[in-house]
């Protein structure tokens, strides 16, 4: 997936804001309510590597994986760093943040998940 269409994704979740912190975090931050789903480093030499959070169990797959480590700082908790998103296959890496989205979203009190996502009708 290139770096646009990853934006474009992330960005199209229900509540999802993008924040740019400057200097010395240099990040772009994908969130929903004050809780962080994604993130792309923004400046070198890490520009454009891309972190997701990841259930335990895919946490130790990937950092296996060649192109994937833990992410500096947040790997602890189970946060991810994919060196290259263009050479990680699109449909995993769009499940992948889509758990991680859920995620963001369980840490949320019920009253706000409930006025971000829209009601079924019975």
């Known amino acids: 997936m ?20 400057g200097a010395p975090s240099n990040i772009l931050v ?3 309510e004050g809780k962080t789903f994604a993130y792309f480093k923004t400046s070198e030499p890490e520009q454009w590597r891309f ?3 990841v259930s335990p169990d895919r946490f130790l797959e990937l950092t296996d994986t060649p192109g994937v480590k833990p992410a ?8 991810i760093t994919i060196v ?16 991680s989205y ?7 009190s019920k009253k706000k998940r409930e006025s971000l996502l829209p009601t079924v009708a019975d």
């Open 102 to 108: 859920q995620k963001a979203l369980s840490g949320l």
């Open 2 to 21: 290139k770096l646009a269409a990853l934006k474009k994704h992330c960005a199209a979740f229900i509540g999802a804001q993008e924040k740019l912190h």
């Open 72 to 79: 500096r700082y947040m790997g602890r908790f189970h946060w």
């Open 30 to 32: 994908y969130g929903v």
């Open 51 to 53: 972190s997701v959070r």
């Open 84 to 99: 290259k998103v263009e050479h990680f296959p699109e449909e995993y890496l769009r499940e992948l943040i889509s758990y």
